[in-house]
Nanobody
């Protein structure tokens, strides 16, 4: 059974930075991990994904050049470094993982989810 524990959310001013962490237990090295975000009343939205085996990463257009996803194999942890934050980045951020090889931006591709961490960006 895979378990995901997120941390690192908080309140930051526009233009600031935050780093989210997602510690995974029971994860296979062949998995893909991703970050999604959700605003109340809206669908969960893809942010970024990374393949554990190769380190290949994928990003939503809205965060390219500002966010960086990375993984630490020894710590079994995936990170999301968020720079140049904007008020529209405010959301609950969720970590997800699963045996995903295509369509990394689809919510239904991921089997395991964290509890979510709130990110609030003030203007």
């Amino acid at each position: 059974q895979v378990q995901l524990v997120e941390s690192g959310g908080g309140l930051v001013q526009a233009g600031g930075s935050l780093r989210l962490s997602c510690a995974a237990s029971g994860r296979s090295s062949t998995y893909t991990s991703a970050w999604f975000r959700q605003v109340p009343g809206k669908e969960r939205e893809f942010v970024a994904a990374i393949r554990w085996l190769t380190g290949l990463s994928f990003y939503a257009d809205s965060v390219k050049g500002r966010f960086t996803i990375s993984r630490d194999n020894a710590q079994n942890t995936v990170y999301l470094q968020m720079n140049s934050l904007k008020p529209e980045d405010t959301a609950i951020y969720y970590c997800a993982t699963g045996r995903v090889s295509t369509a990394f931006d689809r919510v239904d591709k991921y089997d395991y989810w964290g509890q979510g961490t709130q990110v609030t960006v003030s203007s």
